[in-house]
Antibody
Framework: EVQLVESGGGLVKPGGSLRLSCAAS????????MNWVRQAPGKGLEWVSS????????YYADSVKGRFTISRDNARNSLSLHMDSLRADDTAVYYC??????????????????WGRGTLVTVSS | QSVLTQPPSVSGAPGQRVTISCTGS?????????VHWYQQLPGTAPKFLLS????PRPSGVPERFSASRSGTSASLAITGLQAEDEADYYC????????????FGGGTRLTVL
């Protein structure tokens, strides 16, 4: 079955760290760019970070740059997001999302054709 | 405040046609970038629905859904509205300005009356 399954969410204090993971199955993981998108409670979607197929290129939203690190392990079909210096406004459901095949043609063609169910991160004292 | 502007809500009766707009700027939609649409049913993860052009229609997406773009705007049209279409819809696009590579609209809640 083609799917993405996130894990690692939970309650963390402001200033703390957390590592999210995403397990991919049912497709050739190493052939696709991967992404993290988040959704604060009752709010819209926000792009967080993306990584190219080989992990040679990584991209971050300004809101997380310098605090979050995206990585992938193609041998284990796994995507990660390491989050440091967490703030209350990082509270959200974090979704792992696969880039569509056309993403290989350039950044302007990136879109997300497969999503996981998400994992909730709550930053609160 | 989102870089792409969508109406917070739209509504329509079963069988009717509704459109959801997505207004951007010269650094995203106006730069001739493809606009993508996602559907989020209540309590579920988003799902890729359609792109304005270039990207093939995903299998399983009814022909009732169509997407287009012109200038700095894009739109999603749904004809023959059905109760199961009630959901949040988000537009999404690449942006070449400083501050962010990919941007979403704020989302539109579609209510089927």
């Amino acid at each position: 079955e083609v799917q993405l399954v996130e894990s690692g969410g939970g309650l963390v204090k402001p200033g703390g760290s957390l590592r999210l993971s995403c397990a991919a199955s049912g497709f050739s993981f190493s052939s696709y760019g991967m992404n993290w998108v988040r959704q604060a409670p009752g709010k819209g979607l926000e792009w967080v970070s993306s990584i190219s197929r080989s992990a040679g290129d990584r991209y971050y939203a300004d809101s997380v740059k310098g605090r979050f690190t995206i990585s992938r392990d193609n041998a284990r079909n796994s995507l990660s997001l390491h989050m440091d210096s967490l703030r209350a406004d990082d509270t959200a459901v974090y979704y792992c999302a696969k880039a569509g095949a056309e993403a290989a043609a350039g950044l302007r063609f990136w879109y997300y054709d497969l999503w996981g169910r998400g994992t909730l991160v709550t930053v609160s004292s | 405040q989102s870089v792409l502007t969508q109406p917070p809500s739209v509504s329509g009766a079963p069988g009717q046609r509704v459109t959801i707009s997505c207004t951007g700027s010269s650094s995203n939609i106006g730069a001739n970038y493809v606009v993508h649409w996602y559907q989020q049913l209540p309590g579920t993860a988003p799902k890729f629905l359609l792109s304005s052009d270039t990207i093939p229609r995903p299998s399983g997406v009814p022909e009732r859904f169509s997407a287009s773009r012109s200038g700095t705007s894009a739109s999603l049209a749904i004809t023959g509205l059905q109760a199961e279409d009630e959901a949040d819809y988000y537009c999404h696009c690449y942006d070449n300005s400083l501050g962010g590579l990919w941007v979403f609209g704020g989302g539109t809640r579609l209510t089927v009356l």
